[in-house]
């Protein structure tokens, strides 16, 4: 195939036959008769030549002058005649996808994102005073002192009784899902029972059902015959075993995978999930190393919530402590009855009439809530209590017995448990 390169005339041999190169070449890569050279040309010219490319190698068919620069061939151009249409005063660049992502933070004082501008519409000074800006915020945001000396602030999100941030960026990471037990499990099957399988895999027996009936429905619609579903669903349910184990065994891998970064929820429902599939030889083991792993999980965040509490306890902070009690680590966590026995005692000796009215309430709000409220034991009420104060310990009296009998009262029934307000009948009743 025939092509177009530069090339540079070497050497003449004789007056037949000229040495040629390519252009920022070293070595010369053939032969061109001296007919095809042009006049005027010598060793070092540049000239636009003409290959051909085979087995044998690089043939050049013609030379012709190089093209200088700024020659414009007038008759390939389409002149273009009418009134032409002034443009816009402003012109608007949009910022790029990258662009748009990397100021999509960066929001004002009202939570309107910053739009992309141009640039002629912005005085003089104004984009490096605001990264000057922008870098000097960054620095005291992330813990470098700021230019004026001040000290500096560190970002933290509130603290929740369970001793984990609720702001924090900490989260545990997305598990990315696998597929590699149910690929294995759907090429043994036959090509009858693949389609059944996938269905399966999709939604369970429900999906094939459904699937039977959109597939009659088109027969229907086509004048075809309809298939019969007892022999599918019969089918279904033999297969169905094999596609939940295949399932359960590719949740199991990537939890035993993850370690540490598989949500203990996540764990807990896999382990529990162990139980309502047929297991084989490797997923017993999977199943017997995932709840190995769960109790060795569930223990040390029992022992720190202990701990949690028995340090508070030990440095005189009742309200940390008791507040510690409210948010165990997993449901089924229970104090022991040395801890809760001393919980109790400590509670109770902390509201006395000596204590403040705003620290013995907010011990009382801590106290309703917690694990060990039916035996704190209250030694007195705050001197020169307000009704406020006492209106507030009449109502926890159902949940703390001996606070009735304290102020002299019959002691109310327990409440029952607290359900959650629909928000629509809150804001009805806020309304009227």
Do not use: C
Not at 2 to 31: C, F, M, N, Y
Not at 178 to 199: D, G, H, I, M, Y
Request: charged content about 30%; proline content about 9%; cysteine-free.
């Amino acid at each position: 195939m025939a092509h177009r390169i530069e090339v540079e005339l070497t050497s003449q041999t004789g007056d037949s036959t000229w040495t040629w190169r390519a252009v920022g070449a070293k070595q010369p890569r053939g032969t061109v008769e001296a007919v095809l050279v042009p006049e005027g040309a010598g060793v070092g010219t540049v000239l636009r030549a003409e290959v051909e490319t085979s087995l044998d190698g690089t043939t050049v068919t013609a030379l012709l002058p190089p093209k200088a620069k700024g020659d414009v061939r007038t008759d390939q151009r389409i002149e273009v005649l009418g009134t032409p249409q002034r443009g816009p005063d402003v012109n608007v660049v949009l910022a790029s996808a990258s662009k748009r992502r990397r100021d999509k933070g960066s929001e004002g004082p009202r939570g309107e994102a910053r739009r992309p501008a141009d640039r002629r519409t912005r005085p003089e000074g104004a984009d490096r005073g605001q990264r000057r800006d922008t870098r000097s915020r960054a620095r005291t945001e992330s813990g470098a002192p700021a230019a004026d000396g001040t000290p500096e602030r560190k970002r933290t999100g509130p603290t929740r009784p369970g001793g984990r941030e609720s702001g924090g960026r900490d989260h545990p990471r997305r598990l990315t899902p696998s597929s590699t037990f149910r690929n294995a499990a759907l090429a043994t099957l036959k090509p009858e029972e693949l389609p059944v399988a996938e269905q399966l895999l999709r939604g369970g027996i429900p999906a094939v059902r459904q699937a039977i009936e959109e597939q009659n429905a088109r027969a229907r619609a086509d004048h075809a015959p309809e298939v019969t579903p007892g022999p599918l669903l019969a089918m279904a349910e033999s297969l169905l075993p094999l596609v939940n184990l295949a399932t359960w065994k590719d949740r199991a891998s990537v939890a035993r995978t993850g370690g540490k970064d598989v949500p203990l929820r996540e764990l807990r429902s896999i382990v529990a999930s162990s139980s309502t599939v047929s297991l084989d030889e490797e997923g017993t083991e999977m199943a017997g190393a995932l709840r190995t792993s769960l109790d060795q999980r569930v223990t040390a965040l029992r022992d720190r919530w202990v701990e949690r509490i028995t340090s508070a306890l030990d440095d005189g902070r009742v309200t940390d402590a008791v507040r510690a009690s409210i948010r165990p680590p997993e449901p089924a966590a229970r104090l022991s009855s040395e801890l809760a026995v001393r919980l109790a005692d400590a509670a109770g000796q902390a509201m006395t009439s000596d204590t403040s009215p705003e620290d013995w309430l907010a011990l009382l709000a801590v106290v309703v809530e917690s694990p060990v409220r039916r035996t704190v034991k209250p030694h007195g009420i705050p001197s020169g209590a307000d009704e406020a104060l006492l209106a507030e310990a009449r109502k926890a009296s159902g949940y703390v017995p001996e606070l009735a009998r304290l102020m002299g009262i019959p002691i109310p029934p327990p409440p029952g448990p607290r359900r959650p307000v629909p928000a629509r009948s809150a804001q009805g009743r806020r309304a009227s």
